[in-house]
């Protein structure tokens, strides 16, 4: 009988969670159109369950042309009312909208140049921060780094980005390493490289 292996204390027991936790949580995402994904999904997280969230995260994909910014940029008022009757997604129209005014922020830092990778990783210095918690007590919800993040996204016309999306996001992405040091994944992940802190 296989034993069951330590997780972090958030991630509860439903397969879904931890597949997340086990396969994608923490570990670093250099993927333009995957960052967008997490980006829109966090903030589509305010006020609810993350797990709420991941339960809906293939409905999300299919509602919003797989996070395509350009096809997203072009969504107009009738597909933000054809969206708010689909039960697949969090059907609140300020998230809905907030998603279609990312994509068309995206493409503008796009145009201008930006490169959106280097851009978001940037607030880390370009690679991840190691932090070494042993308990989910410890972990902060926001961080220096996720207040600049959070600032400078409202400044390219994001919107659900406070820094709290913003670090959530970082831990997500693997910018940071929140696993705690009893987590089964800690090691792994620490192993993707990236500073101490």
């Known amino acids: 009988m296989s034993k069951t292996p330590i997780r972090c204390q958030w991630c509860s027991d439903d397969p879904i969670y931890q597949q997340y936790h086990d396969q994608q949580w923490g570990v670093p995402c250099y993927d333009a159109l995957e960052l967008f994904e997490m980006l829109i999904l966090e903030g589509a997280q305010a006020g609810l369950s993350w797990i709420t969230v991941l339960k809906k995260r293939e409905g999300y994909r299919a509602a919003f042309c797989h996070f395509d910014p350009v096809k997203i940029a072009q969504f107009t008022e009738q597909d933000v009312e054809r969206l708010r009757q689909n039960l ?51 972990v902060p919800v926001t961080t220096p780094e996720s207040d600049a993040m959070s600032k400078a996204l409202k400044k390219q016309g994001f919107n659900f980005v406070g820094s709290t999306i913003c670090y959530a996001f970082m831990q997500a992405t693997g910018m940071v390493n929140d696993h705690t040091t009893d987590c089964f994944r800690y090691r792994s992940c620490a192993a993707l490289g990236g500073k101490p802190r």
């Open 88 to 138: 697949e997604i969090i059907r609140n129209k300020l998230k809905i909208e907030s998603a279609i005014k990312a994509a068309r922020a995206y493409l503008a830092m796009q145009e201008a140049g930006e490169d959106w990778v280097e851009y978001l990783w940037s607030f880390v210095g370009g690679q991840p921060i190691q932090n070494h918690w042993q308990s989910l007590n410890e």
